[in-house]
């Protein structure tokens, strides 16, 4: 065991996956020689060569088209794209190409692939920089979403993730990459894709959250529990499609309630998928309406403004009570 | 201050003249294979004849044909091994029928049904593109991926000249340049991009020069002249594989019938630039005569070779028509590797109402 930060556990799972497999390859902007603009990918051009450690011109939709063709002809390249909200730039490579290469295929080609890239806020980025578009690829059925919120999480999900058969989408918290240490085992492990994990058991209302809204979901439980003695489930969902249902719909069943706390704006989001699930699923066990602590439904403001425009543990925890006593 | 303009003299590469007489090295190619390429231009002219009935009686789907760009396609598929890999758009069903895929396979991705998509395994050719350009940077990974893995395949995109305006076709020429990857950009210029001229898709002359922006090698050849295709064509494919990085073949050609079968081209386009593609350029005609000349076809066997090919597409429409229809809840098989549970569930209800006569 190792104590890690996220960023060096990213970082890890890429040099466990690039030793134990010579199809793994890294591309992107300024990964090689400059390591990545959060350190990623420090080390691994020197490690593993200019072949597989890819510094690729500026564009976009050519790493992830170039990334499509390279998973097509038997490698599994990570592709970086240095912040999320570059990746409209690609949106037809990753949504219509990669996406849908298996079933356009009938299954005679698969691409395996993953794309990693650093969101969300808090960290003062210029504009486009710290957009949570996870919903984006929701709705794009063949590519599965994946947003860990710890460094043990986020090495065993990116192995997974490196392991799969289908285009993976890994979005990594920025405001997270840094903020905390925690143990990370040596060598290769996998968190399974599609499971969520149950951070904290609770009788009163389940609070779902994912990637940078984890550790708010727990801080914003921790004051309402301090406060008035409310016990909150906790569900961090790690992957966004496939959504792990049956776990929310467990919990939703023995709480009675529940509250989605996500970064990315509210309309259309990943909150109003599984609030209709909750309501197809577990509508009888509902005793409130589902809460949910998002995001404006504006463009993500600029720096001076974020922390007022960013879901916190004060607003969050206002939901919460709001639902519990519904 | 110094500025740049240049006039790249980019001059066309041609073979036979338009009256089928020699105006260039042949290539070195028996009789045997010069028959060939003209009996599979002339399959092929009959297959995209056919197909278009077939769409006006209802009976496929809609379709975009090719004639007029059969030598671009049989010259410039003749000079690539099986291995190779291929990333085309909707409109290479002459080449890709030459290449191996059968038929009656080219005619179920017009009729809709999912086999289309699903190339034969022993070619390595993608699922034909409809994003206009969205294949390009595919072969530029794979040629790339042949590369790091020391195999000789090399990858060719087709696409046309309203491709060349999407940026795409930028980032994957750069790419290329960049790796020296083994790809092939192999653009028919066929003058209309549905309803707008090539003259309004771009302001440059000539589609082969983009090569010079680049740090590529660029050829610009007579499309329509199947022995200079396949001469470019071999050299662009012995190029890139023996390292020497990618090309850029404009290959001048023309549509001569619609852009699919759901558009008007005497909306847009003007009969006397048709008739002069049509009587003068046609790619059938030239090479037909070059043969004739060499007295190596006559018309019986054109007669006999007609009456054959004919018959090869009866049969493989009646091949095409008789295949198994797709079972409806095939589509939620290859979403992902595995269903996933919430499509599993799906899956499920959805067989279920089959099952109770209720699907749809």
Not at chain 2, 154 to 168: F, L
Request: net charge negative; proline share 5%; aromatic share 8%.
């Amino acid at each position: 065991m190792a104590n890690m930060t996220m960023i060096q556990a990213i970082q890890d799972a890429m040099r466990v996956a690039m030793e134990a497999d010579s199809r793994v390859l890294v591309l992107g902007e300024d990964i090689g020689k400059n390591g990545g603009v959060f350190r990623a990918t420090e080390g691994l051009m020197a490690a593993f060569g200019e072949n597989r450690v890819i510094d690729t011109p500026l564009a976009e939709s050519g790493i992830i088209g170039t990334a499509v063709g390279l998973a097509l002809n038997g490698m599994r390249p990570i592709a970086e794209i240095q912040f999320l909200g570059f990746i409209y730039e690609t949106m037809d490579q990753v949504s219509a190409q990669a996406a849908r290469m298996r079933f356009r295929s009938q299954g005679r080609f698969s691409v395996p692939m993953v794309i990693r890239s650093p969101f969300g806020g808090g960290v003062r980025t210029p504009e486009l920089h710290s957009d949570s578009l996870e919903a984006l690829f929701l709705h794009s059925p063949g590519i599965k979403v994946v947003m860990p919120s710890n460094p043990y999480d986020a090495k065993g999900l990116l192995l997974a993730a490196l392991a799969d058969d289908d285009p993976v989408l890994f979005l990594e918290p920025m405001k997270l990459y840094r903020a905390f240490r925690g143990e990370v085992p040596e060598g290769s492990y996998q968190v399974p894709l599609g499971k969520a994990n149950v951070v904290q058991e609770g009788n009163d209302v389940t609070v779902i959250a994912w990637g940078p809204t984890v550790p708010v979901a727990l801080e914003a439980a921790k004051s309402v529990s301090d406060q008035q003695g409310v016990s909150c489930e906790v569900i961090d969902l790690r992957t966004i499609s496939p959504i792990d249902i049956d776990t929310i719909v467990n919990s939703v069943q023995k709480t009675g309630k529940a509250v989605i706390v996500h970064e990315a704006v509210r309309a259309g989001g990943v909150g109003a998928e599984i609030t209709a699930q909750i309501n197809e699923r577990a509508f009888l066990s509902l005793e409130a309406p589902v809460a949910r602590v998002t995001g404006y439904d504006t463009p993500y403001p600029v720096p001076t403004l974020e922390d007022y425009w960013l879901p916190d543990a004060k607003r969050t925890g206002e939901a919460i009570l709001r639902t519990v006593h519904f | 201050m110094k500025t740049y303009t240049a006039d790249f003299g980019v001059s066309m590469y041609q073979i036979l003249a338009e009256d089928g007489s020699v105006r260039g090295d042949l290539p070195e190619l028996s009789d045997d294979k010069l028959i060939e390429f003209y009996k599979w231009m002339l399959l092929t002219r009959l297959y995209d004849q056919r197909a278009f009935n077939l769409q006006r009686q209802g009976r496929i789907g809609t379709y975009a044909p090719f004639s007029g760009q059969e030598a671009a396609q049989i010259g410039s598929f003749a000079a690539l091994k099986n291995t190779d890999w291929l990333a085309t758009s909707y409109r290479e069903m002459a080449g890709l029928i030459y290449h191996g895929l059968p038929m009656e396979h080219a005619l179920l991705y017009s009729m809709g049904h999912p086999d289309g998509g699903k190339m034969p395994t022993n070619l390595n050719v993608l699922p034909v593109q409809i994003i206009i350009a969205g294949q390009v940077l595919h072969a530029v990974g794979a040629g790339l991926a042949s590369k790091l893995r020391g195999e000789s395949n090399i990858a060719v995109t087709y696409y046309g000249d309203g491709a060349s305006s999407q940026g795409d076709v930028h980032e994957a020429m750069n790419f290329a340049a960049v790796y020296k990857a083994p790809v092939i950009f192999f653009c028919q210029n066929n003058h209309w991009a549905i309803s707008v001229p090539v003259s309004k898709q771009m302001a440059t002359p000539t589609i082969a020069q983009k090569a010079v922006a680049y740090g590529m090698e660029g050829i610009r050849v007579d499309g329509n002249d199947v022995l200079a295709v396949y001469s470019a064509m071999k050299y662009a494919a012995d190029r890139a594989r023996s390292g020497e990085g990618p090309t850029l073949i404009e290959a001048v050609t023309y549509r001569l019938g619609s852009h699919t079968t759901a558009d008007d081209p005497t909306r847009y386009r003007n009969e006397t630039e048709l008739k002069e593609w049509q009587e003068k350029r046609d790619p059938l005609i030239r090479f037909r005569i070059f043969l004739e000349n060499k007295g190596i076809w006559n018309e019986q066997q054109e007669n006999e070779w007609r009456e054959e090919a004919k018959q090869k597409i009866d049969a493989a429409v009646e091949k095409a028509e008789s295949h198994p229809k797709a079972e409806p809840s095939s589509f939620f098989d290859h979403v992902y590797a595995d269903l996933t549970g919430p499509l599993a569930e799906q899956k499920q209800d959805f067989v279920q109402r089959l099952n109770q006569g209720e699907g749809r």
